[in-house]
């Protein structure tokens, strides 16, 4: 069976150290069937810059 999948715009969230992340508008590749995100290698590490390299401390929702 072939996979269908959808390019949308997805609400990425983690949560990390007792904090939760909401990240809004991120590009993914959605499997229409099971609705199993995937992620592009530049933007799975735009989102652990945006994660990791928080140094504010700031969370909450955050744009992609």
Do not use: H
């Not at 994660?51 to 929702?61: K, V």
């Amino acid at each position: 069976m072939e996979e269908k999948l959808a390019e949308k715009k997805v609400t990425y969230t983690l949560l990390k150290d007792d904090t939760y992340y909401v990240i809004r508008n991120v590009p993914a590749r959605v499997n229409v069937a099971t609705g199993e995100l995937l992620f592009s290698p530049d933007t799975a590490g735009k989102l652990q810059k945006i994660i990791w390299g928080n140094s504010t401390n700031c969370p909450g929702q955050l744009n992609y």
